[in-house]
């Protein structure tokens, strides 16, 4: 363990940054995304302080609002993510970071940038749990899921800002359509909500998405490719991380005495 560790910190030390992405907005250095990841957890530590004085809110409208933002957002990102794999001949073996400043390199990079901007976005999710009081929801999963996908993606745009991580865009861009799909039709109220019977499949295909990550970056250390290794193993702990922590989710939301499941808005 203490081995993968250090071999992780020293190619992480030796890997020169993406010149195409190292200068963008909330990419250029750590310290930003850091200061913003503290914020957060401070928030959903003190979450219960913040509000003992205070009503829960109820904005229906706003939370509409936000939801169908963030699907047309993901749809879009799964979009390009396929449409310039597809126009670049990418490959799901093995597929290198192509660093030039040609048209389609500098559109995959971008879409990954813009997914990783998201990231941020996504925190109101736990702005709204709180805002409501619904304090259940802000779980060590919920909380753990947020800091760690804005900072990888970080590290995505930082250094690879293109190659195998179209993978990972695309496919939790996918499943985030349909979730804030669900999200925003449950706003509709009770009424509506009573009809989704989807939402246990929702976390099906969380676990799916997971083990597909796991799979894709397991390939590469069986092939020949000119992908870091230190990505692909982060890839690979942090998949096993969430599928442990989903997989555990999914016994205690769908078992015969709880029926909480994800999130209702």
Known sequence: ???????????????????????????????????????????????????????????KKVLMAYNMVMVLVSAYTVYECVTVAYLSGYSFVCQPVDFSNSPLALRMARVIW????????????????????????????HVYHHLTMAFNGWLGVKYVGGGQVFLICAANSFIHVIMYLYYLLSAFGPEVRKH???????????????????????????????????????????????????????????SKTKQSGLKSQ
């Open 196 to 254: 989704l019977w989807w939402k246990k499949y929702l976390t099906t295909l969380q676990l799916i998405q997971f083990v597909t990550i796991l799979a894709h970056s397991t390939v590469n250390f069986c092939v020949d490719c000119d992908f870091p290794d230190w990505i692909n193993i982060m890839s690979i702990f942090y998949a096993i991380s969430q599928f442990v922590l989903f997989v555990n989710f999914y016994k205690h939301a769908y």
């Open 1 to 59: 363990m203490w081995n993968t560790v250090n071999y992780l910190l020293q190619n992480f030390h030796d890997r020169k940054p993406d010149e195409r992405t190292k200068d963008w907005f909330m990419v250029e250095g750590p310290w930003s995304v850091v200061m913003v990841l503290a914020v957060y957890l401070w928030f959903c530590v003190n979450c219960k302080k913040f509000m003992e004085k205070r009503p829960a809110f109820e904005f």
């Open 114 to 141: 813009i997914y990783y901007l998201t990231k941020f976005v996504e925190m109101l999710d736990t702005v709204f749990f709180v805002l409501r009081k619904k304090f259940c929801q802000v779980t060590f999963l």
